[in-house]
């Protein structure tokens, strides 16, 4: 972006609070913000809204500038937040048309020469490729092409690393050319539709003078170039040898391991169809994002060879908004309900795992344990890659980056343009959360409640998790994000815990893993041993987990990704009595907002400071009415 010293004279004089020299500055940006964000958004009327927003916020906060020679960079990432506010989810998607833009394309204003070669057809055609653009990549042409920035400033103003901006700038560009060999321009035609935007966008005759879009603008470098188009093993080494990961080790198993299942020796096993299910025989890649750190929230990501064993393809992606499994025989993405599983129903490992959990499940399931572990990492932003190599080891990456991971495009869908999309979602899936229904009896007490489940990142924040479940009239517990309690039968606080203490045993599908993973998981964190078994018939998998005096038996739909029933016995080699069960029902249609056992999330009383509580334990004191205890 160029500055020019009278600009930043007039910055300065500002800043020591001239008011004239404020309101020339003011006018100044309005007219060279307008070009700007008309660039993004296509949309005049759009832009005035933007440009007048981005104007009240530059005097509001103009005494926080600190350097007079930033002030356009710090004035166009203001304008930029803003348009990417605006997009919100369709930000990296494509928006509208050319025809519902409200922007006429007109005359270049100047600039004879253009206008012998670019005609009123090939203008249309170049806004109307521009358009369909998603505004991410818009965005990065613009600041690139017209604002001359460098990609590390572009880094800077969209959140990711420089080989991310880099990499953005190059499928953009790609985007851009496939649109217009789509509209019937040659090839090579890129870099005169870039100019001829540029030229059509500027607000001046002297500022489209300006414009000029060389070949040296558009190269992004080759190791971008590989990691823009191959997102496998190749492109990782490349970002290893640009300092972006640093080296550390674990390994992805591949191969399939029997689990014990409580059926009649002679009965076949069929198990549920999974996408892991594919050749151990090709490369493998697994990318594992905690957005806040290990122990919370989890993406996936992963990737194997084609049947040459060059070209990576993602068979599965789970990012915040969907779950997504590629089907390769029908060459569709089916976006569904469940997140991934094991394809021989082994539990869910991770490379954040500590290594007294990973013993255990190893020595519970009877396998050795099949992830190296990176170690203790409590940072946010975490990105783990572990790739298996057949060839005699394994090389893994370790990432441990700050950058936020979801504005750069690995977690976003990166399959062709044109490949199908099924969305096999049912409503409350699509809808992103639902509310619960619990209900049941345990011993002499009948059991109720209701509760929010959130079933992606996305949506945890603003559709935050909740419980409210009473037992009889002897307790009510409670569970929030910002806390837990549990209430006596006079409605006095009997204990107080940290948030998310009961949903531990529940269903929590905003973890990012299967719910029969994070049952299973959490009875490791307990050292509590379990069994997994699938019943062909039902359809339904079935988790056992022996607490020493309570056994609780699961019944999950592995499609839907929840808990039906858990039931609870004594925990007793013969002849175990049954204690009572609890029902879970999810709401696919929202109730009535004025429904009170729902308008209202419950809230925690304000009082001494929570302990931990003790994992799904709980559950069995639930069972045996010792839950104060």
Not at 209 to 215: I, L
Not at 420 to 440: E, Q
Request: proline share 4%.
């Amino acid at each position: 972006m160029s500055y020019r010293t009278d600009d930043i004279e007039l910055v300065k004089r500002a800043q020591l609070g001239e008011k004239d020299s404020l309101d020339r500055l003011a006018e100044a940006a309005r007219v060279r913000l307008h070009e700007y964000v008309l660039r993004l958004t296509l949309s005049e009327d759009l832009t005035q809204d933007i440009v007048q927003e981005t104007i009240l916020e530059m005097l509001r906060i103009f005494s926080k500038l600190k350097r007079a020679e930033s002030f356009w960079g710090w004035l166009h990432g203001i304008a930029f937040n803003k348009v990417r506010g605006h997009y919100g989810k369709r930000w990296r998607r494509k928006t509208r048309s050319f025809s519902e833009t409200g922007y006429e394309p007109g005359a270049a204003p100047g600039d004879g020469t253009l206008a012998e070669v670019v005609t009123e057809e090939i203008k249309e055609i170049v806004m109307q490729s521009v358009s369909q653009l998603a505004p991410r990549h818009r965005a990065v042409l613009t600041m690139r092409c017209y604002d001359h920035l460098s990609y590390r400033q572009i880094a800077n103003l969209i959140g990711c690393s420089e080989m991310g901006a880099r990499a953005t700038f190059y499928r953009a560009k790609k985007s851009l050319a496939r649109r217009l060999s789509d509209h019937g321009l040659e090839k090579g035609s890129l870099l005169l539709a870039l100019i001829a935007f540029g030229k059509m966008t500027a607000t001046s005759k002297a500022s489209a003078a300006q414009v000029a879009v060389t070949g040296a603008t558009l190269e992004v470098g080759s190791l971008a170039t590989l990691l823009a188009t191959a997102t496998g093993r190749a492109g990782l080494i490349v970002m290893a040898a640009t300092g972006a990961l640093a080296v550390g080790s674990t390994a992805l198993d591949s191969q399939s391991v029997p689990i014990a299942f409580a059926t009649r020796p002679d009965a076949t096993i069929t198990l549920p169809a999974t996408p892991w299910r594919i050749s151990p025989q090709r490369q493998q890649e697994c990318w594992y994002y905690f957005p806040d750190g290990p122990g919370r929230p989890l993406m996936l990501r992963f990737l194997q060879t084609d049947a040459a064993g060059t070209n990576p393809v993602c068979h599965i992606l789970q990012n915040q908004y969907a779950n997504y499994h590629f089907d390769r025989r029908a060459d569709t993405v089916r976006i569904k309900n469940h997140r991934a599983w094991k394809p021989d129903l082994a539990v869910a490992r991770l490379p954040t795992d500590d290594a007294e959990l990973s013993d255990f499940i190893a020595q519970t399931e009877g396998r050795a344990t099949d992830m190296e572990l990176t170690g203790r990492h409590r940072r946010s932003d975490l990105l783990v890659i572990c790739t298996s190599d057949r060839e005699g080891g394994s090389k893994i990456w370790r990432i441990d980056r700050h950058v936020n991971v979801l504005e750069e495009e690995y977690f976003q869908v990166s399959w062709p343009e044109r490949t199908p999309v099924a969305d096999d979602r049912d409503t409350m899936h699509k809808r992103g959360w639902t509310y619960f229904r619990v209900s049941g009896r345990i011993g002499d007490h009948s059991v109720s409640g209701t509760g929010r489940l959130p079933f992606v990142y996305a949506a945890a924040r603003e559709h935050g998790a909740w419980i409210k479940m009473r037992l009889g009239r002897e307790a009510t517990l409670v569970d929030t994000p910002t806390g837990a309690c549990t209430y006596d039968d006079r409605g006095y606080v009997a204990a107080r815990l940290a948030g998310g203490s009961f949903f531990k045993g529940l269903a929590r599908p905003w973890v990012g893993l299967h719910c029969i993973d994070t049952i299973r998981r959490d009875a490791a964190e307990q050292r509590l041993p379990f069994e997994t078994e699938y019943d062909n018939e039902a359809a339904r998998a079935r988790v056992t987990v022996h607490t020493g005096e309570v056994r609780l038996v699961y019944r999950i739909d592995m499609e839907n990704d929840l808990i039906e029933t858990i039931t609870f016995f004594t925990d007793t080699a013969v002849e175990p009595t049954r204690l009572g069960e609890l029902r879970l029902a999810y709401l696919q249609d929202l109730p009535e907002v004025t429904d009170p056992l729902y308008a209202t999330p419950p809230e925690i009383r304000s009082g001494s400071a929570p302990r931990q509580g003790g994992g799904m334990l709980w559950l069995a004191r639930l069972a045996t009415g010792q839950l104060h205890d």
